[in-house]
């Protein structure tokens, strides 16, 4: 038998005979690593401990401390333990596939009850039984012949497609879980006892087509998450629960500041609330943009589709557009026209008006640009997925000298607002060429090293993403970090040498020819509903005082201080306060809970001691106790507080 070298993890090798396992070089190194092994990574490769290895490699072998592959295992096995405790309590059911996502796994199901909560309950049951009988898992190399006559037999229908639409003619691997077997292609755990049994839970059940094409059966899909341990487990579904409280479409009821529906999908209706905050962010940056050098235009959103033809969406982004059909007067055919979903080809229209000089760049044109594009019904998500949106979107015309310089004013202005917007920790992904691209190397080189150099002007820690550029340039994407440790990525910076050739944008150089300008793509919101729905989020509601919609809610204690509620509501407005006043008949603790619930930042209270003394009773959002304070020092703080952070 030929004989094989493995390198280890510290460097030193090991002959064996080809076809050697996993498991039993983990038992050559030691017994204890072979009882605790649960995988191995081989060339890279996770690997099931069954599998033979044939030629020379590096191999590490894993335990239940390697959170990544153990957490893997476990979900990818749990996925099929549900699948037999599903055809344990009910054989007839159909199964199809189980892939492992993130922090767990589903499985569809072809069933014709649809499953219900209690069932959820049942197949968890089952799946501990099936784990604490410790059923070996094994695995086996079939023709394909074989396995399609194997789930014929079985009356399998969609195991048999799979197999059918699988390229090649390469045998398949086959995995079983005690008795119940299924198509996979690994790798899996030794047995089932090896799935922590309380730390997995199914979460919920979802409507799925088959194979994700609406014209096929509609099957049922279970959720289901799960960890190393119990301990992760009730962390993680803490978690959930936190994010549930500060689900921004909840708060947007209990704050009255948007609603969404069916007469238009993925549009949002804006009350007078969420239109404040909404106002207040736009305004703010408005005026950061404004010092930051950039002329704010407006372009329009309906163009005809010569222009979009010309910039490459039409046949890139077609499906993604609302298009409009209109009879023109005269004209022997319908003219065909487009929502714009992004504004770039208009803001290169603005450009072309009239020669541009060196001198004038670099140009940076800034829009809140009203923007629609088409999302699947069933991706729409509150704010943060929409078909209308507003993107506060700019376009910056400048050499390829000027990029670097650029990047690093525009990175300086992102943190300042991040960091008022209440986001102090921010990542950087620089994603470089891809394969298949436009421009030279030459020029590609150049702004690769420029935006590198302007990461490291600001800050030393950045990840590169190799080959995820955009077709026609690099791209920096910036990932923000939410108060429970989520990451939204908002703002963008991209070089782009292409759009500037296809609309022939030009600019008179100091030699007197015709340049190509280069075109820098930027957002630092993103949209201004995602941002919105990313800040309800991050503070749950709690916005920063300057940006609240409702700040201060004067409250009467009784009826007889009404006159003086009135005189504080207006000296607090004429502060530039948000205030409002509430006179109804209600106890003051009941005003209170309900203001709360709305999440008014501060409720000021006035009995006839506070008329008396010309005092408040202030209580703010989330503390229970409450101070009597002069009114004329409670409308100053409350003034400073009320002013944007760009203003103080």
């Given at each position: 038998?030929?004989?094989?070298?493995?390198?280890?993890?510290?460097?030193?090798?090991?002959?064996?005979?080809?076809?050697?396992?996993?498991?039993?070089?983990?038992?050559?190194?030691?017994?204890?690593?072979?009882?605790?092994?649960?995988?191995?990574?081989?060339?890279?490769?996770?690997?099931?401990?069954?599998?033979?290895?044939?030629?020379?490699?590096?191999?590490?072998?894993?335990?239940?401390?390697?959170?990544?592959?153990?957490?893997?295992?476990?979900?990818?096995?749990?996925?099929?333990?549900?699948?037999?405790?599903?055809?344990?309590?009910?054989?007839?059911?159909?199964?199809?596939?189980?892939?492992?996502?993130?922090?767990?796994?589903?499985?569809?199901?072809?069933?014709?009850?649809?499953?219900?909560?209690?069932?959820?309950?049942?197949?968890?049951?089952?799946?501990?039984?099936?784990?604490?009988?410790?059923?070996?898992?094994?695995?086996?190399?079939?023709?394909?012949?074989?396995?399609?006559?194997?789930?014929?037999?079985?009356?399998?229908?969609?195991?048999?497609?799979?197999?059918?639409?699988?390229?090649?003619?390469?045998?398949?691997?086959?995995?079983?879980?005690?008795?119940?077997?299924?198509?996979?292609?690994?790798?899996?755990?030794?047995?089932?006892?090896?799935?922590?049994?309380?730390?997995?839970?199914?979460?919920?059940?979802?409507?799925a087509y088959w194979r994700g094409d609406s014209n096929r059966q509609m099957l049922q899909r279970i959720y289901g998450v799960a960890f190393t341990g119990k301990e992760k487990l009730k962390a993680y579904l803490t978690f959930l629960e936190e994010a549930e409280r500060r689900d921004h479409r909840r708060l947007g009821r209990e704050m009255q500041l948007f609603h969404?529906?069916?007469?238009?999908?993925?549009?949002?209706?804006?009350?007078?609330?969420?239109?404040?905050?909404?106002?207040?962010?736009?305004?703010?940056?408005?005026?950061?943009?404004?010092?930051?050098?950039?002329?704010?235009?407006?372009?329009?959103?309906?163009?005809?589709?010569?222009?979009?033809?010309?910039?490459?969406?039409?046949?890139?982004?077609?499906?993604?557009?609302?298009?409009?059909?209109?009879?023109?007067?005269?004209?022997?055919?319908?003219?065909?026209?487009?929502?714009?979903?992004?504004?770039?080809?208009?803001?290169?229209?603005?450009?072309?008006?009239?020669?541009?000089?060196?001198?004038?760049?670099?140009?940076?044109?800034?829009?809140?640009?009203?923007?629609?594009?088409?999302?699947?019904?069933?991706?729409?998500?509150?704010?943060?997925?929409?078909?209308?949106?507003?993107?506060?979107?700019?376009?910056?015309?400048?050499?390829?000298?000027?990029?670097?310089?650029?990047?690093?004013?525009?990175?300086?202005?992102?943190?300042?607002?991040?960091?008022?917007?209440?986001?102090?920790?921010?990542?950087?992904?620089?994603?470089?060429?891809?394969?298949?691209?436009?421009?030279?190397?030459?020029?590609?080189?150049?702004?690769?090293?420029?935006?590198?150099?302007?990461?490291?002007?600001?800050?030393?820690?950045?990840?590169?993403?190799?080959?995820?550029?955009?077709?026609?340039?690099?791209?920096?994407?910036?990932?923000?970090?939410?108060?429970?440790?989520?990451?939204?990525?908002?703002?963008?910076?991209?070089?782009?040498?292409?759009?500037?050739?296809?609309?022939?944008?030009?600019?008179?150089?100091?030699?007197?020819?015709?340049?190509?300008?280069?075109?820098?793509?930027?957002?630092?919101?993103?949209?201004?509903?995602?941002?919105?729905?990313?800040?309800?989020?991050?503070?749950?509601?709690?916005?920063?005082?300057?940006?609240?919609?409702?700040?201060?809610?004067?409250?009467?204690?009784?009826?007889?201080?009404?006159?003086?509620?009135?005189?504080?509501?207006?000296?607090?407005?004429?502060?530039?306060?948000?205030?409002?006043?509430?006179?109804?008949?209600?106890?003051?603790?009941?005003?209170?809970r309900e203001h709360s619930v709305g999440k008014v930042p501060v409720i000021l209270a006035c009995g006839m001691k506070e008329v008396e003394e010309g005092t408040v009773s202030v209580r703010r959002l989330g503390e229970?106790?409450?101070?009597?304070?002069?009114?004329?020092?409670?409308?100053?703080?409350?003034?400073?507080?009320?002013?944007?952070?760009?203003?103080?």
């Amino acid at each position: 038998m030929a004989q094989i070298s493995l390198t280890l993890p510290d460097g030193n090798a090991r002959s064996y005979e080809a076809g050697v396992t996993p498991a039993e070089v983990a038992a050559d190194i030691s017994n204890s690593l072979a009882k605790k092994a649960i995988s191995a990574t081989v060339d890279g490769q996770h690997w099931d401990l069954q599998w033979p290895i044939r030629g020379d490699a590096e191999i590490s072998i894993h335990t239940m401390k390697d959170e990544a592959q153990a957490n893997e295992l476990i979900r990818h096995d749990l996925a099929h333990i549900m699948a037999r405790a599903v055809q344990e309590i009910w054989p007839d059911v159909k199964v199809t596939i189980g892939p492992v996502i993130e922090n767990g796994w589903y499985y569809d199901f072809d069933r014709a009850e649809p499953f219900t909560p209690e069932d959820l309950g049942l197949i968890e049951k089952k799946m501990k039984e099936i784990i604490n009988l410790r059923d070996p898992v094994k695995t086996e190399i079939w023709e394909r012949a074989r396995a399609i006559k194997h789930y014929e037999d079985n009356g399998e229908p969609f195991k048999v497609e799979l197999i059918e639409s699988i390229p090649g003619d390469e045998p398949l691997r086959m995995y079983w879980h005690g008795h119940w077997q299924d198509l996979c292609r690994g790798p899996h755990l030794q047995h089932t006892g090896q799935v922590p049994a309380d730390a997995f839970k199914l979460m919920s059940v979802a409507g799925a087509y088959w194979r994700g094409d609406s014209n096929r059966q509609m099957l049922q899909r279970i959720y289901g998450v799960a960890f190393t341990g119990k301990e992760k487990l009730k962390a993680y579904l803490t978690f959930l629960e936190e994010a549930e409280r500060r689900d921004h479409r909840r708060l947007g009821r209990e704050m009255q500041l948007f609603h969404f529906q069916e007469e238009a999908p993925g549009m949002v209706f804006w009350h007078p609330n969420g239109w404040t905050i909404y106002r207040a962010l736009e305004d703010y940056m408005r005026r950061k943009l404004t010092r930051a050098g950039y002329q704010e235009i407006k372009t329009p959103q309906v163009v005809d589709r010569k222009l979009w033809e010309a910039s490459g969406h039409w046949d890139k982004y077609r499906e993604n557009m609302y298009i409009t059909e209109i009879d023109e007067e005269h004209a022997n055919e319908k003219r065909t026209n487009a929502l714009k979903p992004m504004n770039c080809p208009c803001h290169l229209q603005v450009f072309n008006q009239g020669l541009k000089s060196y001198r004038d760049l670099p140009l940076r044109l800034a829009e809140f640009g009203s923007c629609h594009r088409y999302e699947a019904h069933g991706a729409l998500h509150g704010l943060m997925r929409v078909r209308g949106f507003t993107q506060d979107d700019a376009h910056i015309f400048c050499t390829e000298d000027q990029i670097e310089e650029e990047c690093s004013k525009f990175i300086d202005l992102l943190s300042d607002i991040y960091r008022d917007a209440g986001f102090t920790s921010f990542d950087i992904k620089l994603s470089t060429r891809p394969e298949v691209r436009v421009g030279s190397d030459e020029v590609w080189d150049k702004a690769e090293v420029a935006l590198e150099k302007a990461i490291l002007n600001v800050r030393n820690d950045y990840e590169v993403d190799p080959g995820e550029g955009a077709f026609y340039g690099p791209k920096l994407d910036f990932k923000l970090t939410d108060a429970i440790g989520r990451e939204w990525q908002c703002g963008t910076f991209q070089v782009d040498f292409n759009l500037p050739e296809r609309l022939d944008a030009t600019y008179i150089g100091a030699d007197g020819e015709k340049h190509r300008p280069v075109m820098l793509h930027r957002a630092i919101l993103g949209s201004f509903e995602r941002f919105l729905g990313i800040m309800l989020e991050n503070y749950a509601g709690k916005l920063p005082f300057w940006m609240a919609p409702r700040q201060v809610v004067v409250a009467s204690i009784i009826s007889d201080a009404d006159d003086y509620v009135r005189k504080v509501v207006e000296e607090l407005t004429a502060a530039g306060i948000r205030a409002e006043a509430d006179l109804r008949n209600e106890k003051i603790n009941y005003k209170v809970r309900e203001h709360s619930v709305g999440k008014v930042p501060v409720i000021l209270a006035c009995g006839m001691k506070e008329v008396e003394e010309g005092t408040v009773s202030v209580r703010r959002l989330g503390e229970k106790q409450t101070s009597v304070q002069p009114l004329d020092s409670v409308t100053t703080q409350l003034a400073h507080e009320a002013t944007p952070p760009d203003l103080l």
